[in-house]
């Protein structure tokens, strides 16, 4: 058995919740645009105090309805801002957000909302919300239940957005500051559920602490990428995974600006618009942006030099990655020429897929094939990979820009221990590390081993003891 640490770099107080981090960087500039909104003339700026104006007025047409600390309410939804205003408008009304896949069957729409106990749902538009409505409808065990359906726009049916908002003009900021600091960072924000493959999808319960603390210590842990100015991402994976939500998190303690995109279909057009400075990406998108780049050098007849870069690239990469082993000194002086040929022929065509201006970009959600990670970073595209589950809060572990071991996913982010037992499963104690599954003794029975959380992962230690 073995075992890696890294000391937390950033403590909270216990009675504070991830409402705070909105308020603290509405405090240190309350003009700053946390967001950005893409809008017909291109992407508009959300200021900080615009978008906390929004968040409580939403916030208060929740509690007009109703809603107690502690209460869930589900969001149906593709990535979108109004998906985030909704998830802060829950937490500052004092409830726990549980996402739902806007590709969800009507089973798992079903059961989570039973599962979870929801009485109210944000729903993306009125085919969704049409959807609910007959889920609920067609469900003996709900049939029954007062589910009150919200669409996320300010424009179509009510109830939506905009007569949310007006109903709860009547609530004070007295009681709305009641209900927002009500959470400590033990209570859960969010019941996100597993995929559910061998049965019922399980509700993890994702508190406040392990939102704020993750956020918190992944900005001390990757400065690089996070504390520089004009820091900004733009955000296409779904909102649903925790993954997707933990990031959103982690760029709003930063003050780094956000944008969102519903999907792949549109990505490299809003790529090339918002121009982001780093970006999370999974396999599947280096995947394609490789491939699609391969097909028009054949296209357009430069096939053989578009091999001849890539095979510059990755010999460049895999130079580098020894040297960061102890096993070699790095690109030798061929290699050098031969990249920096293509680094001023090709490469920043490659570079501009993304937007031209990303200096790091993030793989998470499965590993990352390693010609794929030495083919971008020997581009200019670096790849840190991570890993982590649900119910970690998605990171756990990731490479940094000064310790980067390509088929590695890293160390231990801070507050992190990982160990990895005698039969190879990875065990997982610290600060993201779930309160457990909600309603399934069963389940939280087998979840936890010494203290440790045990998700059935398997993995091994590198030789400069990264994990993978």
Known sequence: MREASTELLVELDAGSNVTDLLLEQHAANPAHALYRRKGPNGWVDVPAAKFLQDVSALAKGLIAGGLEPGDTVAVMSATSYEWTLVDFAIWFAGGVTVPIYETSSTRQVEWIIRDAGVRRVFAQDRAM???????????????????????????????????????????????LERHRSRAGLDDVASLVYTSGTTGNPKGCEITHGNFALVAKNIVAFLPELLVQDQARTLMFLPLAHVLARAVQVVCLTAGATLGHTPGAAQLLEDLGTFKPTFLLVVPRIFEKVRATAAHKAVVTGKGRLFQA????????????????????????????????????????????????????????????????????????????????????TAPCTANTPSRTRVGSVGIPIPGTTIRVAEDGEILVKGIGVFKGYHGNAAANAEAFVDGFSAPGTLGCWTPTGSSR
Request: net charge negative.
């Open 129 to 175: 919300a049409e959807l609910v409505t007959g889920v609920v409808a067609g469900s003996p065990p709900l049939r029954d239940r007062l589910v009150n359906v919200v669409r996320m726009d300010s424009d179509g049916e009510a109830p939506n957005l905009a007569s949310l908002a007006a109903a709860g003009a009547g609530v004070s900021d007295a009681e």
């Open 309 to 392: 870069a890539s095979a510059a690239a990755i010999a460049y990469s895999r130079d580098l990655d020894k040297q960061s082993r102890g096993e070699g000194t790095g690109p030798g002086l061929m290699c050098r020429i031969r990249h920096g040929l293509f680094d001023r022929l090709l490469y920043p065509r490659l570079r501009q897929a993304f937007g031209g201006q990303v200096g790091y970009t993030v793989s998470g959600a499965s590993p990352l094939a390693h010609d794929d990670a030495h083919f971008f970073r020997g581009a200019g595209i670096p790849v840190l990979e991570g890993y982590g589950l649900t119910e970690t």
